[in-house]
């Protein structure tokens, strides 16, 4: 969400953008559309979000636009899509970088950048968490899809349950819903900006299925200050 | 940590530790004042629940239950006012579904496995009632997902009443049976949502392990979860 050919999204390239590839450009174009996407229904809702809203923000052209989308909600899906890329990659930067630490750990840090990102991000965060929910089928499924990526992070997990044997096949699910209902409830009700707050409670809960209620009492201590 | 001493607040002054009672009284029974009233909130629920909310449509609701347009509006504004009753209705058949089954248990454990284990055959008997509920709800406005969380609240207010439960061992964190709800609450409306019309009764031994391990520990989780697949 961070890319600089965004950083100043009303401006159209003239110049020196000539000399760039026009591979480029056209990449260019599509992310400042997408980032367009997001931040224009972020602020006014998905459904009173217009093409022409998009297009004014990106500062790109209405012929451009049809081009490289079919209409609005094929460019607000990929627009999402793109969302969970950041999301994800951002969680597993921080995964990876506590990759010496014992799982339990690398959960947390793995939550705690979310929960960073999401509450900078906050209208985005609203967007992709709340509202997504309420913007048709194809957009929850692509949710449903989205929230299904976090799933690899928890497969160690099993290692570290003393019900190895039988732990239910859908603890991944519950663990992730449990986390995503929280933060859910946290955005809806307006909090979304200091959702850092319940990264103890989130680490709990995707931790308790695994560990059990102590070892995850535990390790939610150690993210309390 | 402002989000657990709330929750704890409200737990408290709803007082959910009562013996005897499981869910709190359905609350939204005695709403239905007519025979034709209760046709109306059936129908809104089954049209919902097979065409999904945006596209369902008070015409539809007529169609299916065979009143006039006058009949609709002598009773509801429009199709959100009628829908938000509809949600009332259906969820309060379902917690009195549950709160009956769990009635013949004395313990914890034992209303939990019942009242849970007659959810999930509610839902394997009626999916599309179900995902009018569940899974529709969230096209429903602000309304819809107060009442939504109001629903989920007394269902974690029952799951904590666990840690006054004379058996049990553990006391977790407040945050465990919101947890909990949550968690569950995601496994079944992935299912729904998915167009899943079977497959929720088998859910029972899971959700009991979920449920009873962060209060009772990893052995009776194991227990609860072998006896419910028994």
Partial sequence: MDSPSTSNPGEVPTGGAQALPRAYLVRSQRERLLEAMLRVAAAKGYEATTVTDVIEIAGVSQATFDAMFEDKAACFLEAYDAVFDVLIAHVATAFEAAADEPWPERIAAGLGALVDLLSTEAEIARLSMVEVTAAGDDARSRYRAALARFTPFLEEGRDYSSQVEELPADTARFAIGGATSMIFDEIRAGRGPELKRILPDLVFAVLMPYLGPEAAEDEMRRVTR | MGKQAATKV???????????????????????????????????????????????????????????RQAFYDEFADKDACYLEAFDFGVA?????????????????????????ALLEALEADPDLARALVVEVHAAGPEGLRRRSQAM??????????????????????????????????????????????????????????AVLPYFGADAASAEMAAARA
């Fill in chain 2, 10 to 68: 409200q737990a408290g002054a709803e007082g959910t530790g009562a013996a005897g009672k499981v869910l709190p009284e359905a609350p939204a029974l005695r709403l239905v004042s007519s025979p034709k009233r209760q046709r109306i909130l059936e129908g809104m629920l089954e049209v919902v629940g097979t065409n999904g909310y945006d596209t369902a449509s008070v015409r539809m609701v007529l169609d299916l239950t065979g009143l006039y």
């Fill in chain 2, 93 to 117: 058949r379902m917690e009195a579904v549950a709160s009956s089954a769990a009635a013949e248990q004395d313990s914890w454990r034992g209303q939990l496995r019942a009242g849970l284990g």
């Fill in chain 2, 153 to 210: 609240k007394r269902v974690t207010d029952f799951i904590d009443s666990a840690r006054h439960a004379p058996e049990g061992g553990e006391s977790p964190p407040p945050i465990a049976a919101e947890g909990i709800v949550a968690g569950m609450h995601a496994v079944v409306h992935a299912k729904l949502a998915a167009g899943e019309s079977e497959g929720f009764r088998e859910l029972l031994p899971d959700f009991m392990y979920f």
